[in-house]
């Protein structure tokens, strides 16, 4: 069984950044980044390919998010830059081997950490 522990979330204002790390307790194919606002469905968010680092991201954060990792660690990260309001969501670190061109579905994922909280204000 997967085991994944997300941190790094909080409050921050509207144009700030935050940086949000999830460990990651084996090597997975993909590991990706989700979020949750209240009465919305679970979307993806950005999503790495282990191997190639081949990356993908929703069109809502493109050009202001990046995923990345820390092999090493075992450790993916997501910096979030340019924060907005409607960024406001529980985040959810996920693992899995989801080959699919459109990795960014919640339903192709098999494991997932507790989630972290990132609240933006006006």
């Known amino acids: 069984q997967v085991q994944l522990v997300e941190s790094g979330g909080g409050s921050v204002q509207a144009g700030g950044s935050l940086r949000l790390s999830c460990v990651v307790s084996?090597?997975?194919?993909?590991r990706g980044w989700f979020r949750q606002a209240p009465g919305k469905e679970r979307e993806g968010v950005a999503v790495?390919?282990?191997?190639?680092?081949?990356?993908y991201y929703s069109d809502a954060v493109k050009g202001r998010f990046a995923i990345s990792q820390d092999s090493a660690k075992n450790t993916v990260y997501l910096e979030m830059n340019s924060l907005k309001p409607e960024d406001t969501a529980m985040y959810y670190c996920a693992a899995g081997t989801v080959y699919e061109s459109n990795p960014l579905d919640p339903q192709l994922w098999s494991f997932w950490g507790q989630g972290t909280q990132v609240t933006v204000s006006s």
């Open positions: 084996e090597y997975t194919f993909t």
């Open positions: 790495i390919r282990s191997a190639s680092e081949t990356t």
